[in-house]
């Protein structure tokens, strides 16, 4: 079974930094292309980057460089580095996964993070 456990969020300050983390396991992580979405209060969920299974990476345009995804194919996660976070960063971040073999995507359970001085 597909699952997807999120982990290192938290509370911030402004300007500073989080690292995020996805575990995947139940498909073979490295044939796939990974997300993170998030979803502030008030907000619809959005698109935040993805990284396909070449690596190649996307961002959304808000991200403005200071968030970078990259993926540790050995260790099945995806990573989330988030720099000069700002308070319209809280959110709650999602990974997802769009699992070629089943057609479908997946989403962990999300975790918070807090940007606040």
């Known amino acids: 079974q597909v699952q997807l456990v999120e982990s290192g969020g938290g509370l911030v300050q402004p300007g500073g930094s989080l690292r995020l983390s996805c575990l995947a396991s139940?498909?073979?992580?490295?044939?796939?292309a990974m997300w993170w979405y998030r979803q502030a209060p008030g907000r619809e969920r959005e698109l935040v980057a993805s990284i396909s299974r070449e690596g190649s990476t996307r961002y959304a345009d808000s991200m403005k460089g200071r968030f970078t995804i990259s993926r540790d194919n050995a260790k099945n996660t995806v990573y989330l580095q988030m720099n000069s976070l700002k308070p319209e960063d809280t959110a709650v971040y999602y990974c997802?996964?769009?699992?070629?073999?089943?057609?479908?995507?997946?989403w962990g359970q999300g975790t918070q993070v807090t940007v606040s001085s």
């Open positions: 139940g498909f073979t992580f490295s044939r796939n």
């Open positions: 997802s996964a769009w699992v070629n073999v089943y057609g479908s995507r997946y």
